[in-house]
């Protein structure tokens, strides 16, 4: 079992925080978060990963056979990129809501948002 794709989904992921940490644009903070949000594509992948596995089809080969991917995995992923996709649109609207009403999209200058 490699531990690369471990490696690499944290990579993304601090990539992802980094940018977070430092943006001065909310616009480039809603694409740091869809960079953060890549990194769990990634990890679950890796976590429904078999060495030699097929796809789940047992109308060929008798169950047990052969090693299979889950296909559980694999459906959570297609479900977390719909997901990332929603927040990611729903972040942009606020974003443009938010440029219409204050005129900037720096969060520094946002100063009727602060407490």
Partial sequence: ???????????????????????????????????????????????????????????????????VVDPVVQALVLTDVVVGATVTALLLALVIQTAKRHGTVDPDELSELRG
Avoid: E, K
Wanted: glycine share 12%; with cysteine.
């Fill in 1 to 67: 079992m490699s531990v690369l794709p471990y490696l690499a989904a944290g990579w993304v992921f601090l990539v992802g925080c980094y940018g977070l940490a430092t943006s001065r644009n909310l616009i480039h903070a809603v694409g740091c978060l869809s960079v953060c949000q890549s990194s769990t594509y990634v990890l679950l992948l890796a976590v429904g990963y078999r060495r030699g596995g097929t796809a789940p089809v047992f109308s060929d080969i008798a169950p047990g056979s052969r090693p």
